[in-house]
């Protein structure tokens, strides 16, 4: 009896096939593994670039729980004695007895800010301030041309004014040396 041993275009068909599996089975392996360290190496550079962003990001995810706190309000704590014998007062607790304050104690709270958020309002301040100036310079500029075109219209309206007084004045001339040409004609 003989064995039927396959084709060798066969085996080598299964066996490229095997390799090829395992080829692809370490490619991704390799591949997982890596990109979690390249994703946190480019976070940190982004974030290195963009601090603002890394700041409203962590204002997200961990907000300050003491913010808001105003300030001026005045926290009391009293330390209360009771007196045995005399008449209690309803709906407290204990034994029966009137109550006296010994002791008053008031602290004023402050208000608490978040460093995040102080951070990302100074620098939002940096940039209006940067603007108002770039404005300001813009506007002194426009100022100074304002100033000029007035000055230079001025000049003009004068200058109008007087060529007008002199157009009037040959007309009124010229008027008069005609009408004293007619009005010796007729005499």
Known sequence: MKTQQPKTSETTFLLLSYIGVITFAV?????????????????????????????????????????????????????????QGEPGIQGLPGTPGTVR?????????????????????????DVIQEDFKKITTDFSKLQKDHNTLQLELKDITHSRDGWRIKFFGLAALIACFFGFKIFMKRF
């Open 27 to 83: 490619l991704c392996l390799c591949c997982s593994c890596n990109t979690l360290k390249k994703q946190q190496l480019k976070a940190e550079k982004f974030y290195y670039a963009h601090p603002e962003k890394l700041a409203a990001k962590a204002e997200q995810m961990f907000p300050n729980i003491n913010e808001g706190v105003t300030a001026g309000r005045v926290d009391t704590v009293r330390d209360i004695v009771r007196l």
């Open 101 to 125: 304050i010994i002791q008053t104690h008031s602290t004023d709270t402050l208000r608490v800010e978040s460093g995040v958020k102080v951070a990302q309002l100074k620098q939002q301040l």
